[in-house]
């Protein structure tokens, strides 16, 4: 593998303590098959797709309690052992299932900008440290590096250089306090300005890969995070000095990256495990730092065959800002051998199989044989 391709494993929402093996052992062992399933098929990809870094976007336990991040420290460890990896190469945020909501009792969210901003600089920020406090004993635990902020050493927010690429750590669950979190969030703006008047994030930069890491996707903000007003919107503003932004949190099927106010690409994972019935999913994602391309390889659990299976990669050239198709190398013609007479859409007739041809797959793209 080419050293500058840097391989990142992207899970999320894998949401441990949310069984009880004593009160619900079926539960209990049907996320222990899922998640054997997904340390094995990470055994067995290529050798150039072995992941060198672990990227958890939030959602770690079910309530922020300790019996929770004991479980997950146990599989996250087996998962960084089989993979040659030490938890030094493991990089986390918190989500909204990471904080103990009975600490937040007392503690509304800001209703406007002007407040979010003021609870949200570095200067106020210990005061709402206190809710992820079993969250900070688990990485420390762990031994997992912490991040700095304006030479503050922590575990919930600021930035981390690894193997190459700077990580951005955003914590968007400060004031997450119930389900109706929905368009009430704030991302944190004045640590953004904090991080780019020190240079650690800069506008449009083409000289190292940024990657930033939050658990919400952006439909979760409020919109004053979102749209200009007074002020800048921190997510454009993060979107504007970063060149990727992974989160989880939906708890949904895998979909395309999305390109952010014309800048950065945010690629949303699914839940890795949230339930036997739900289609799980996580990604390995190929960073190459000379190119400034991006494959992203999907994983999908079916909850039909118990079975992880790899889906179609999406590729991105993050200084271009675009989509690519396929990777130059892979771009070859297709032979595909039609039986058509036995097929109920193919008649025989050639204007029949000439139509179903410039539907299916562009011109000069397919030969039939």
């Not at 949303?268 to 190459?288: M, P």
Request: proline share 5%; charged share 20%; aromatic share 10%.
């Amino acid at each position: 593998m080419s050293a500058s391709i840097v391989n990142i494993l992207h899970l999320s929402d894998i949401h441990f303590g949310t069984e009880d093996n004593n009160k619900n052992p079926t539960a209990f062992a049907q996320r222990k098959n899922a998640l054997i399933g997904l340390t094995n098929i990470l055994e067995r990809v290529e050798e150039h797709e072995k992941p060198d870094i672990v990227v958890i976007s939030g959602d770690i336990t079910w309530k922020g309690n300790a019996d929770g991040y004991t479980q997950a420290a146990e599989w996250i460890t087996e998962v960084l052992n089989k993979l040659n990896l030490t938890t030094s190469d493991l990089i986390i945020c918190a989500g909204n299932h990471d904080i103990e909501r009975r600490k937040t009792i007392g503690m509304n969210p800001p209703i406007s900008s002007t407040e979010a901003d003021e609870w949200l600089s570095f200067e106020n920020l210990e005061n709402f440290y206190r809710p992820f406090s079993n969250y900070s004993a688990f990485s420390q635990a762990l031994n997992i590096p912490p991040l700095t902020i304006n030479e503050y050493s922590n575990h919930l927010v600021g930035y981390r250089d690894h193997k190459g690429i700077r990580f951005v750590v955003l914590n968007s669950a400060w004031f997450c306090r119930s389900n109706d979190d929905a368009r009430k969030l704030w991302l944190g703006l004045p640590q953004l300005q904090l991080l780019e008047s020190k240079g650690i994030i800069t506008r449009d930069s083409d000289e190292n890969i940024t990657i930033s890491i939050v658990h919400h996707p952006s439909n979760w903000f409020n919109e004053e995070e979102l749209q200009s007003y007074e002020r800048p919107a921190a997510y454009k503003y993060l979107s504007e000095r970063t060149h990727l932004i992974l989160s989880g949190h939906v708890h949904a099927y895998i979909e395309k990256p999305n390109k952010m106010y014309d800048s950065a690409y945010a690629i949303t994972n699914g839940a890795s495990y949230a339930g036997n019935r739900l289609r799980n999913n996580f990604s390995i994602i190929q960073v190459n730092r000379s190119s400034f391309q991006i494959n992203q390889i999907p994983f999908e659990y079916d909850p039909r065959s118990t079975e992880w299976e790899r889906k179609r990669n999406t590729y991105l050239d993050i200084k271009k800002k675009a989509l690519i198709e396929s990777l130059p190398q892979q771009a070859q013609k297709k032979v595909f051998y039609v039986p058509y007479r036995k097929h109920p859409f193919f008649q025989g007739r050639i204007h029949e199989l000439k139509k179903i041809n410039n539907f299916l797959i562009p011109m000069n793209q397919c030969i039939y044989a």
